[in-house]
């Protein structure tokens, strides 16, 4: 019986939750068509469905709270039972965006973190130990269940189903799936030891050797280094008006989730695919910038294939993958494409008017080897990663939030306004998607001091009644041998 009952509070919370979404919707069509009365009919309606679902749903709740209340404990040992249900989350990043809605309504509401939580999220008991973890480490006696250690477990699992949720937008989640995942758990950098490549196969004298029976066995030497991965962050600040911050739960937090996503994966994306080095302090080496080769190098484009069709596809990866073995690596090769060019492949017929391509690529391969494709990755462009030898770390988004901060609204780019410097002094340092420790700007400077001086707008939230939300991620990544990547621009694969 109680199961049951269970089962339909469960569904018609899903159905409040997406009525809800629904006149979100709604909302939104009446704001900019004030003049139609189709969004108004459709609130009207919405709004009844409401009303009768919370009225079924406040009954089967005092139904199911009345049956606990008669039900007989379950005895072990002559004592009650203690049975604790921990929900998981549903989707891949649930926890992560769960927790900046907390934050949020924390802070526009005036209420403890934890009366929030009670309030918004108390079917979801996850939610609340989890937070706990983040966000109040400093407590001498957290609140705890029964398995040792869960909440920080599921948190860590959290961090990477957040990362999962980015798959189908960031060609660096995607990549992150398939190579050596790590977190930083506090600290500042992580040391990953690794063997430095063999000599020329064949040369003998640090390499396993044939021996004759009763002959001396020769030495094999072998040098071994590190890859360290820097704690870098990856940081970002979105504003909205009251008006939106006072939605309902589920509405809000999928306004964050998208916004957030979006801009975390599109960042992402720019600093893993370029070819510059890394800056101290600041961001890590793209993927196209060897650091392990000699002082390091921005990786030279292997030469394309002319004549365009699936000879130029296949004669590219057959010039990478042979690029990856003279470097001694290949184990786990990943392709990484524009969406065009992998429809373009895909496009390709034989002579016989049969499809080369298509049926490989629906299921996620070319060639034999796993297909990343994104618009995050150039047109005319496609490379090539080894993800045995690629680390990458990221830890848990942390959220904060205000309502009385001055926002100088200026972007991460070089064109105005923006808070990379593109002076002189700074352009050794300065590019898209990257501010240095030397750099930003002020509110207000000299018009001639610098091109960012130029429409600099500085708003404040408490006066305009908005809202500004911070999340700060940390995030790194790092190749562990010389030549795992290679890379071919421009390809013929489409005009």
Known sequence: MSGKVSELIIKHQEELAGIKDQLLKAVEEMEANPDEEAPMLIMQELNEKHDVLEKKLEALKATEQSVKVRAKPVMIDGAPAVIQRHMEPKKPGDVIFKHAVVNLLSFIERKDPSQVIEERYKDTNYVGETYKTIYRKSQINPAMTSVSGWAQELTQSDTRGFIESLKDVSVAAALASRATSLDFGGFQSIKIPRRNPLGTAGAGVTEPAWVAEGRPIPLTKFSFGSTEL?????????????????????????????????????????????????????????????????????????????????????????????????????RRPVLLVNELDRLSAASMVSLMSDYVFRDELSSGNLMGMPVISSGNVPQHHVVIVDAAYLATAFDSPMFDVSDVATVVENSADTTAPTMVSVSATDAAGAHAGQVAPTEGRMVSHPAAATAAATNSIARSLWQTWSVGIRMVAPTSWGVMQPGVVQHITPTTWTA
């Open 230 to 330: 820097f704690r870098y962050k990856l940081a970002a600040i979105t504003t909205f008006t009251r008006e939106i911050a006072e939605r309902s739960t589920p509405a809000i937090e999928g306004l964050l989730r998208d916004a957030l996503r979006e801009a975390y994966a599109e960042v992402l994306d720019a600093a893993l695919l370029d070819n510059s080095a890394a800056v101290q302090g600041v961001r890590p080496h793209g993927l196209l910038f060897d650091p392990l080769a000699g002082a390091g190098a921005a990786i030279t484009s292997l030469a394309p294939t002319t004549g365009g069709g699936e000879d130029a596809v296949r004669g590219d990866i057959m010039k990478l993958m042979t690029a990856l073995t003279s470097a001694r690596v290949g």
